[in-house]
């Protein structure tokens, strides 16, 4: 009996440590940080972080990938179809207490680094604001 009662007091104590990390959610999860973040997001939605117009995205194909091994890969069918691109990859790392990535990519020869505030980080959905308060949700792809 005192067993499960220290069972189930470590996975209290655990519990509490690993909620509410991000602002937007989840408030518990079993699952990694690194596991939640390692798939295939749509942009769905975008908030302009000077005026609060919220903008929904149409599905167009337009995705950014995280895998687990660093690796990231982007596709902006408005942008990269343009110049004639069909992805763009590149490498990611959160940062030290996981609040923040860090991606960057080369397009035609341009090195360009971006640092992402994770806002909510669920199994299905994430939001990521930049320095500007610019934010774009994103969903399972």
């Known amino acids: 009996m005192k067993t499960l009662k220290y069972t189930l007091l470590s996975i209290l104590i655990l519990s509490i440590y690993s909620c509410g990390k991000y602002e937007e ?3 518990f999860t079993f699952l990694s940080k690194s596991a939640r973040m390692c798939q295939k997001w749509r942009p769905i939605q975008s908030v302009d972080g000077s005026t609060g117009v919220i903008t929904n995205i149409d ?3 337009s ?3 995280f895998v687990k091994d660093g690796s990231i890969q982007f596709y ?3 942008l990269m179809s343009f110049i004639g691109i069909d992805a ?3 490498t990611w ?7 923040q990535i860090t991606y960057s990519y080369d397009v ?6 971006e640092l992402k505030t994770i806002k909510k980080l669920k199994i299905n959905s994430m939001g990521l ?3 500007n308060g610019n934010k774009i949700y994103y969903e399972y792809y």
Not at 93 to 99: G, N, R, Y
């Open 108 to 113: 035609l020869g341009l090195n360009t680094t």
């Open 59 to 61: 599905s167009d194909g």
């Open 129 to 131: 604001e930049d320095n």
């Open 93 to 99: 790392e959160f940062s030290d207490d996981k609040t």
């Open 88 to 90: 763009v990859s590149g």
């Open 63 to 65: 995705y950014i990938e």
């Open 76 to 78: 902006n069918k408005d």
């Open 25 to 27: 959610g989840p408030g």
